[in-house]
């Protein structure tokens, strides 16, 4: 009866991880599906427009739509799951020994404000990315507009511009690539430090009798399964929500755009249509 209990519990919280993620990409899919479409028209409609050049406005509505999307669906529902699992995880510890738990949330402000700090780093190189995704996908675009316009023309004159935007755009991917690989690597050193931390106290503890060694090693067993379960997924779902937070902002620049022209042209009597906001 236990094992079939086992199976049935495991099951049912399978379906349930389904389709609660099913769900949630429907309607994501749909939500952002409108949002295309309100960026499309917007650029559109953007007096300004043309300022922008080919490439940049199609990885606005294609890549950096389809990184909110993914967002939504693989880093929305994780990032929630561990901060419960993280909220519960200090309670269960200051139930266990309040004393050792102090010491672990003592160790996690430092680990939180180093977050804090690498990922604005990651912000810094995805939006540097970014740009250089748009210049290299517009210069591509032009590159070929150009020989469909005169075929005849020296080949290598288009090959270096492009070749040389793709350097610098696979030197960016590196450094943000690196900035992310950093946040983890940051946060799984000072887990470890923390870890070290509840070791010493804990052992200070034990020596001065105030609780046994079973106690402790029941404490750090816990921890240190806690923060290997998690640690990591933290590091790559901030470094990923850092990334998004790039293309939300490329958004609403669109967004924002046609919303100042709309407001600038019903001071003039000019329009009366709904703004676009997301």
Known sequence: LLSILVVVTTGLRSLAAYLCKLSLAS????????????LFFALL????????????????????????????????????????????????????NLQLAVVVFAGAVPCFLLARLLTQRIGIKARQHRRSESDLASTAVENFNARSAAP??????????????????????????????????????????????????????????QITPGDLLVFVTYLQTAMKQSTRKIGRQLAQLSQSCVSIERLMAVLDQNLDAHEESTDCGASEEQPICL
Do not use: C, Y
């Open 27 to 38: 309607l994501s899919a749909h939500l952002l599906k409108a949002l295309r479409a309100r």
């Open 152 to 209: 005849d023309a020296s080949e290598s004159r288009f090959d270096q511009e492009f070749l040389l935007r793709n350097e610098r755009n696979l030197d960016r991917g590196t450094e943000m690539v690196t900035a992310s690989a950093s946040l983890q690597r940051a946060i799984e050193v000072l887990s470890a430090l923390v870890l070290a931390l509840v070791i010493w106290r804990g052992s200070t503890l034990v020596i001065n009798q």
């Open 45 to 96: 409609s953007a007096p300004d427009a043309g300022r922008h050049r080919d490439g940049d406005l199609a990885i606005r509505l294609t890549t950096d739509v389809e990184r909110l999307r993914n967002t939504m669906i693989h880093g929305l529902l994780p990032v929630l799951a561990n901060l419960r699992a993280t909220i519960g995880m200090f309670a269960v510890m200051g139930w266990m």
